[in-house]
């Protein structure tokens, strides 16, 4: 019976795993996830199933432990194979960003970010923070990745992201992060611009707001999570929305092209669908604000000097709206609802 990789003293197996494991090894893994068939990872990789098996019983006796049991599901991680796999899929993550560095220095630039963002952030934060970071003679590239701030962090631990800004919350993950508050949204209702004008004639009723069609996020973010909570705190009950989204922008054009909708959105991102999609801000400011705008970062390990140069560009540019917005014109042109 092999050792358990418990019994192993941590730097013979480290020394194995430098002088043994190979990339084959963690593509292997990868692909056994995948599939969970080994005859199917055989016709993926383009090699006999034994020489698949012969491979991962050399990983098995490298790591002194099953990686996987055979079940009516497939092949399945066993807990020391999850360990296993989540290491791999980081190597496999830094490697793609390496290979990103190299292209991008071959061809005369800096390393590519990877930035993972909340939906509901403005366009124009995300667009100063990469101009002024590039006008420090960083030539960087960025992808952006969209998704909720619990789905990136987990990108962000597992080395697919370089960064995340997201949104703070009792109930996220922050193991291996730390964090930095940018700046707080304040919520603000937006509707038809016909239905706008007449809901801005008297404060805010909230059993008759219920009735109108709601765009709302998925009841797993922060924000939906809070509107929900303001209503029950209302003494009503929450409206259902008649669209869920994660897209601002569809928000927006759901919003201006029907006469009864509504949702709540940051003010930041509701004075954008002001401007692209046609809707309207009801003249009313609500007594809550929304959790803060926050950059996420790793607690160790390398980083680029250039998500440095990033994280203080955001830092700038979120100070200037956070002075900036609302200003004491705004605040005096709408009222506090009930």
Same mark, same amino acid.
């Given at each position: 019976?092999?050792?358990?990789?418990?019994?192993?003293?941590? &730097?013979?197996?480290?020394?194995?795993?430098a002088?043994?494991?190979?990339?084959?090894?963690?593509?292997?893994?990868?692909?056994?996830?995948a $599939?969970r068939?080994?005859?199917?990872?055989?016709?993926?990789?383009?090699?006999?199933?034994?020489?698949?098996?012969?491979?991962?019983?050399?990983?098995? /006796?490298?790591?002194? =432990?099953?990686?996987?049991?055979?079940?009516?599901?497939?092949?399945v991680?066993?807990?020391?194979?999850?360990?296993?796999?989540?290491?791999?899929?980081?190597?496999? =993550?830094?490697?793609? $960003?390496?290979?990103?560095?190299?292209e991008?220095?071959?061809?005369?630039?800096?390393?590519?970010?990877?930035v993972?963002?909340?939906?509901?952030?403005?366009?124009?934060?995300?667009?100063?923070?990469?101009?002024?970071?590039?006008?420090?003679?960083?030539?960087v590239?960025?992808?952006?990745?969209?998704?909720?701030?619990?789905q990136?962090?987990?990108?962000?631990?597992? $080395? /697919? %992201?370089d960064?995340?800004?997201?949104?703070?919350?009792?109930?996220?993950?922050? &193991?291996?992060?730390?964090?930095?508050?940018?700046?707080?949204?304040?919520?603000?209702?937006?509707? $038809?611009?016909?239905?706008?004008?007449?809901?801005?004639?008297?404060? %805010?009723?909230?059993?008759?707001?219920?009735?109108?069609?709601?765009?709302?996020?998925?009841?797993?973010?922060?924000m939906r999570?809070?509107?929900?909570?303001?209503?029950?705190?209302?003494g009503?009950?929450?409206?259902?929305p008649?669209?869920?989204? %994660?897209?601002?922008?569809?928000?927006?054009?759901?919003?201006?092209?029907?006469?009864?909708?509504?949702?709540?959105?940051?003010?930041?991102? =509701?004075?954008?669908?002001?401007?692209?999609?046609?809707?309207?801000?009801v @003249?009313?400011?609500?007594?809550? &604000?929304?959790?803060?705008?926050?950059?996420?970062?790793?607690?160790?390990?390398?980083e680029?000097?250039?998500?440095?140069?990033? =994280? @203080?560009?955001?830092?700038?540019?979120?100070?200037?709206? /956070?002075?900036?917005?609302?200003?004491?014109?705004?605040?005096? @042109?709408?009222?506090?609802?009930?």
């Open positions: 019976m092999p050792p358990r990789i418990s019994d192993l003293p941590a &730097s013979g197996l480290a020394q194995r795993l002088t043994r494991l190979r990339m084959k090894h963690l593509l292997l893994l990868q692909a056994i996830r $599939h068939s080994l005859t199917r990872v055989a016709e993926q990789m383009a090699t006999s199933q034994p020489a698949v098996t012969q491979s991962l019983a050399e990983l098995e /006796a490298l790591f002194g =432990a099953p990686l996987f049991q055979r079940t009516s599901q497939g092949m991680p066993t807990p020391t194979g999850e360990l296993v796999l989540s290491r791999c899929e980081t190597m496999l =993550a830094d490697l793609r $960003h390496w290979a990103d560095d190299i991008a220095v071959g061809q005369g630039r800096a390393a590519h970010l990877h993972g963002v909340i939906p509901f952030l403005p366009g124009k934060l995300l667009a100063a923070a990469i101009a002024r970071t590039r006008a420090q003679g960083r030539e590239t960025v992808t952006l990745y969209e998704d909720t701030s619990d990136l962090l987990q990108k962000l631990r597992a $080395h /697919a %992201l960064c995340v800004i997201g949104r703070t919350s009792a109930v996220l993950d922050m &193991s291996q992060l730390r964090h930095e508050i940018l700046y707080a949204q304040e919520p603000r209702l937006i509707a $038809h611009r016909r239905l706008a004008a007449r809901l801005a004639r008297r404060p %805010l009723q909230w059993n008759e707001l219920t009735e109108l069609d709601w765009v709302l996020g998925p009841r797993s973010t922060p999570e809070q509107i929900t909570d303001f209503f029950l705190r209302a009503v009950k929450p409206p259902p008649f669209v869920e989204s %994660l897209s601002a922008k569809v928000i927006g054009e759901l919003v201006a092209a029907n006469e009864r909708a509504v949702s709540i959105v940051p003010l930041d991102v =509701a004075e954008e669908l002001v401007r692209i999609a046609g809707v309207a801000m @003249a009313h400011r609500f007594d809550w &604000s929304l959790p803060p705008i926050t950059l996420f970062r790793r607690a160790s390990g390398a680029y000097d250039e998500v440095n140069v990033f =994280a @203080a560009a955001l830092r700038s540019v979120s100070a200037s709206m /956070a002075t900036g917005t609302p200003n004491q014109a705004q605040r005096a @042109a709408v009222s506090r609802s009930c």
